[in-house]
């Protein structure tokens, strides 16, 4: 079944505020990654967490494996931030899964 | 320049036929993926290999084999090509196959007409 539920789906937001995108996962992961999709459709690596919090710039992640959950908090948004976001769970086999996506649109 | 190379970028194939997706690392990892994205769903993945052995498979078809004939190659040939077949296959690699970060390829799209 599936294991990573990601939210929203979909997110709208002005330039220089901010907001949060969650994965909620079913079963214990022993890590996670986020990722971005650029406008040639690579995925571009963002963070990898096995636990704790990890920040880069505007963007920071939380990783809870006990919880079950892990977020990626982008603050201050830029157009250029606009794009597919993944979040994506080692299940501690040799895969990896990926949520769905959330396509964030950043407007001026 | 991009250190995971897929070719080609787009293909079309006719039902029934067979084709071959190229893909190559020059990152110096051990460990080669392959994951498949179809309209409005999400990246699924389909095999892992480490040093060129197997490692998982979540392919339900014999039609997909992955061929590695050197360590930072993974190609994948489907056969008996069909119309559901039709996605973005990513190609990705990671330092060793546990737990590590993920490189990704740009994907070959796939059209089977």
């Known amino acids: 079944g599936d294991q990573v539920e990601q939210s929203p789906s979909a997110l709208s937001l002005h330039e220089g505020t901010g907001s949060a995108l969650r994965c909620n996962f079913t079963?214990?992961?022993?890590?996670v990654q986020w990722f971005r999709k650029n406008s040639r459709g690579s995925l571009i690596n963002l963070f990898y967490?096995?636990?704790g919090t990890k920040e880069n710039g505007r963007l920071k992640s939380a990783f809870d494996s006990k919880e079950r959950y892990s977020t990626l908090h982008i603050r201050d948004a830029q157009l250029e931030d606009s794009g597919t976001y993944f979040c994506?769970?080692?299940?501690?086999?040799?895969?990896?899964?990926f949520g769905s996506g959330t396509r964030l649109l950043v407007s001026p | 320049d991009p250190k995971i190379i897929q070719k080609p970028k787009y293909l079309v194939a006719v039902t029934g036929s067979e084709k071959i997706l190229i893909c190559e690392q020059y990152?110096?990892?051990?460990?080669m993926y392959w994951y498949r994205q179809s309209a409005k769903k999400p990246l699924e993945f389909m095999f892992s290999?480490?040093?060129?052995?197997?490692?998982d498979n979540q392919t339900a078809s014999s039609r997909f084999q992955p061929q590695s004939s050197k360590k930072n190659h993974l190609d994948l040939q489907i056969t008996a090509l069909k119309p559901d077949d039709s996605a973005t296959y990513f190609c990705?690699?990671?330092?060793?196959?546990?737990?590590?970060?993920?490189?990704f390829g740009s994907g070959t799209r796939l059209t089977v007409l």
């Open positions: 990705a690699s990671s330092q060793d196959v546990r737990a590590e970060t993920l490189y």
């Open positions: 079963t214990t992961m022993r890590a």
């Open positions: 967490l096995a636990s």
């Open positions: 994506a769970a080692d299940t501690g086999g040799y895969k990896v899964v």
């Open positions: 990152l110096g990892h051990n460990a």
């Open positions: 290999y480490s040093y060129q052995k197997l490692m």
